[in-house]
């Protein structure tokens, strides 16, 4: 089943968001397997907020454990993640 992951991360600024997400597109392993989409920007109370597609909750988890080691180097730890199922995720096809 689809999943909608969503992380706040509290007193990240776009460029500490950037920075991270460089690494982790930069990382051999990525993309991995049941990622869908991704969505950033500022939470409006001075953070960050990811919004992410899977394919699964199993998908998604198996991806956050390869980044932890990226989120603890550029500090980004402070972290709160919501899963929901997602009744609908659409995405449109390549080219």
Known sequence: ???????????VDEEGYRHTFDKITGAPWFPT???LAHAAGPDGAGGWRV???W?????YRMF??????IL?????????TRID?????VVP???
């Open 85 to 89: 199922k997602a009744v609908e995720v």
């Open 55 to 59: 394919d699964s909750e199993e998908a």
């Open 51 to 53: 919004i992410d597609f």
């Open 72 to 80: 603890q180097e550029t500090g980004l730890t402070s972290v709160t």
């Open 93 to 95: 096809p390549p080219g």
């Open 64 to 69: 956050a454990r390869k980044t932890l080691p």
């Open 1 to 11: 089943m689809a999943v909608i992951v969503t992380l706040e991360f509290p007193g």
């Open 33 to 35: 397997p049941g990622f």
